[in-house]
Nanobody, 125 residues
Framework: QVELNESGGGFVQAGGSLRISCAAS???????MGWFRQAPGNEREFVAY????????VYSDSVKGRFTISRDNGKNTLYLQMHSLKPEDTAVYFC???????????????????WGQGTQVTVSA
């Protein structure tokens, strides 16, 4: 089991940048990781994926080219660097560790078994 704790959210103007982090409670180098987000009234949606050795990353179409997922296995920390933020990026952002069907890319929420509590990102117009 691994506990995840997001941080770094906040308020930013449209066009700005923000980096959010996700600290794992123990070494997480064996876990495929993902970032998801949930806006008020919406379902939780996939944002980005990274494999255990940082060889493969996948992004949703809505953030491709603006967001970058990365990880530092030595620090047990996952990151999401966000640039050119838009008001529609406003959401609670969650990190998650894959526990099922992780041998290839997956964005299915049910395949991610460990979740953080989320960090709020608000982008003003």
């Amino acid at each position: 089991q691994v506990e995840l704790n997001e941080s770094g959210g906040g308020f930013v103007q449209a066009g700005g940048s923000l980096r959010i982090s996700c600290a794992a409670s123990r070494p997480f180098h064996n876990y495929v990781m993902g970032w998801f987000r949930q806006a008020p009234g919406n379902e939780r949606e996939f944002v980005a994926y990274i494999d255990a050795l940082e060889r493969d990353t996948v992004y949703s179409d809505s953030v491709k080219g603006r967001f970058t997922i990365s990880r530092d296995n030595g620090k047990n920390t996952l990151y999401l660097q966000m640039h050119s933020l838009k008001p529609e990026d406003t959401a609670v952002y969650f990190c998650a560790a894959c526990v099922k069907s992780c041998h290839e890319f997956t964005k299915e929420l049910s395949n991610y078994g460990y979740w953080g509590q989320g960090t709020q990102v608000t982008v003003s117009a």
